[in-house]
């Protein structure tokens, strides 16, 4: 007689479901999973849907008439999704990320303002499924074709950005590549996600130029058949977009408000909260901040302003147009954990980490070279003592021949012989735009691993001779900064810029905010299908 085989209910399924999430990146074998048996189908369905990103359709349009370009520019997968979480609701709570990648198969929509041939515009299921989309935690809009106007959004949709901002489990946002009116529609948004952590911004503007605008100032354009159906169905959705505290301006008030300010410049409500207009409702406490090429000179004093950071424990900013950077890290105070700085068109400007005790690591990518060399130490002497500081990282995308050799001998002697990192600093990481074989390389790494300590042995290594050309292995060594017979320093490590080993080199060294950043893990929709 032939032994029964064992079946799936021999195994225990708490045993089943962690074999199933070890799947959590194969779709396919996730998709397989759910239709064995009703009782694999939950915890499949936690990964297959709590990733969803719907990208820019593939289909190219036909030549239409402009009249029936909107009613021919169609997205399925989000017709697919709308469907399915309609008629399969348990689905809903299991949703979590979205990423709206905005954009037309007419690469030139953006550039030459055919907003209408972007399916973000002309897909009528997407508000109705932003509207659904009730547990999300983190949420991405992003425009990769060019910069895309946000008053220029349809008046369904805009109420459903609106909503979708209003989420109370939403922690994560990050917006790319679109141009606000005003500062103050910005932070109208963001006040909204009471629950928000962090915060990504590339490639924002506001108002024309680049400079602060009122959202008066900017002409509101929507696509819709007729002026009268553009306010009625602007007013219903504003009504229900449950805005708060946020007031809902006819197009006769806001044209009466642009006569008024449009003589003042800024209006002071682009910059803080009205007093009339505030809310019992706390501000977002973030704890993680991002800014690439943010277009705004006074972004920063509007979110100091508008937004909790005092809890702020992450902190990116490259490019900035904002030379109140020193506002967000006295905010900051000793809640600041992790900085990386990136100056943009405005410079170096005069920066202080002396309420910073909490730094742990800190990432400065630089391109100038007139006195980089002296603002690198000014700023890490600010540094309080005793400090937890863990790891520095400068990555120099100059002529290391612009670069003086005494600028690097004080660099090597503030970061050995501060009182301040003598306890926790273990890593210096210093990348150079320059080959290590070359001349400039081999001197800027004996003067980071031997200038503070002078001519000897180190780490029992007997010393070179003066002709010894380093080999490249040599060249990306680590070396100790400190004297044989003290407290063993912090490991250098030289290395040359724009190699592969270069990520592997700043790894830990980076704000932790790129763990809500990775686009790779982010699964397309239309691969569940």
């Not at 009249?67 to 017709?79: F, I, N, R, V």
């Not at 030139?108 to 508000?127: I, K, M, N």
């Not at 706390?282 to 937004?307: I, K």
């Not at 909790?308 to 030379?323: C, G, P, Q, V, W």
Request: aromatic share 6%.
């Amino acid at each position: 007689m032939r032994p029964t085989p064992p079946t799936i209910s021999t195994l225990p399924q708490e045993l089943i479901d962690q074999i199933i999430d070890h799947l959590h990146n194969d779709i396919l074998s996730l998709k397989n999973c759910s239709v064995v048996c009703h009782a694999w189908l939950p915890t499949s369905r936690i990964h297959l849907f709590s990733k969803i990103r719907l990208d820019i359709p593939r289909t190219r349009l036909e030549p239409l008439d402009e009249d029936h370009h909107e009613s021919a520019l169609t997205h399925k997968p989000c017709q697919k999704l709308h469907t399915l979480l309609s008629q399969n609701p348990a689905i809903i709570p299991h949703i979590h990320e979205l990423t709206l990648v905005s954009g037309s198969p007419v690469p030139s929509a953006v550039r030459d303002g055919q907003y209408h041939l972007l399916w973000t515009f002309a897909e009528e299921t997407l508000p109705l499924l932003l509207r659904t989309l009730t547990h999300l935690q983190r949420f991405e809009i992003t425009s990769p074709q060019g910069i895309a106007p946000w008053n220029v959004l349809p008046a369904p949709l805009s109420g459903a950005m609106k909503a979708i901002f209003s989420v109370p489990s939403l922690a994560y946002i990050r917006i790319k590549s679109w141009e606000f009116p005003s500062l103050r529609v910005l932070s109208k948004l963001l006040r909204q996600s009471v629950r928000l952590r962090g915060l990504g911004l590339w490639s924002i503007r506001m108002g024309a130029g680049g400079f602060v605008q009122t959202e008066t100032q900017t002409s509101v354009t929507v696509v819709s058949n007729s002026d009268s159906e553009q306010r009625s169905e602007r007013e219903v959705q504003d009504s229900n977009s449950n805005m708060g505290d946020v007031p809902v301006l006819s197009s006769a008030a806001i044209s009466g408000l642009a006569e008024v300010e449009a003589t003042t410049g800024v209006s002071k409500q682009d910059l803080s909260v009205s007093s009339s207009s505030s809310s019992t409702t706390l501000p977002p406490a973030l704890e993680f901040l991002t800014l690439d090429y943010v277009e705004c000179p006074h972004l920063v004093e509007s979110l100091v302003s508008q937004l909790d950071l005092t809890n702020l424990r992450e902190l990116r900013i490259a490019h900035s147009y904002d030379k109140s950077i020193q506002d967000i890290l006295n905010a900051a105070g000793g809640s600041l954990e992790r900085f990386h700085f990136k100056p943009g068109s405005i410079g170096l400007q005069p920066l202080d980490l002396s309420l910073a005790t909490s730094l742990r690591s800190i990432r400065l990518t630089l391109e100038e070279d007139s006195g980089v060399l002296q603002w690198i130490s000014s700023l890490l002497y600010t540094i309080p003592s005793p400090s937890v500081l863990e790891r520095i990282a400068l990555e120099l995308y100059t002529d290391p021949k612009r670069l003086p050799l005494d600028g690097w001998r004080i660099l090597s002697k503030v970061i050995g012989s501060s009182p301040q990192f003598s306890d926790r600093l273990t890593h210096v990481h210093i990348g150079l735009f320059a080959s290590p074989t070359s001349n400039e390389f081999v001197r800027v790494h004996e003067a980071m691993t031997c200038g503070a300590v002078g001519v000897g042995d180190i780490d029992g290594e007997e010393e070179r001779p003066d002709d010894h050309e380093p080999t490249f292995e040599e060249s990306q060594m680590k070396d100790t900064l400190g004297v044989k017979g003290t407290r063993e320093g912090p490991e250098v490590m030289v290395y040359q810029l724009g190699t592969k080993r270069q990520s592997s080199f700043c790894a830990g060294l980076t704000p932790l905010i790129e763990k809500f950043e990775d686009d790779v893990t982010g699964r397309r929709f239309s691969g569940i299908f």
